[in-house]
């Protein structure tokens, strides 16, 4: 269930990542909304699945979808 969730916050990851370039300096409303809570949602689901799996695999794990799909 950990991969799961680590596999998930990942792919949060990107939509955060690109909604932050899309928000326009947080002047887009949408934009920045949608920022704000998978940003939330990608950290809480990394924390949540390091509970169970290595800090450092966790880590390079969901750097790695999310900069691949980004």
Known sequence: MAWLILVA???????????????EGFTRLVPSVVFGTTCAASMVGLAIAMRSLPIGTSYAVWVGIGASLT
């Open 9 to 23: 916050s990942g792919v949060l990851e990107a939509v955060w990542a690109t909604a932050l370039g899309r928000s």
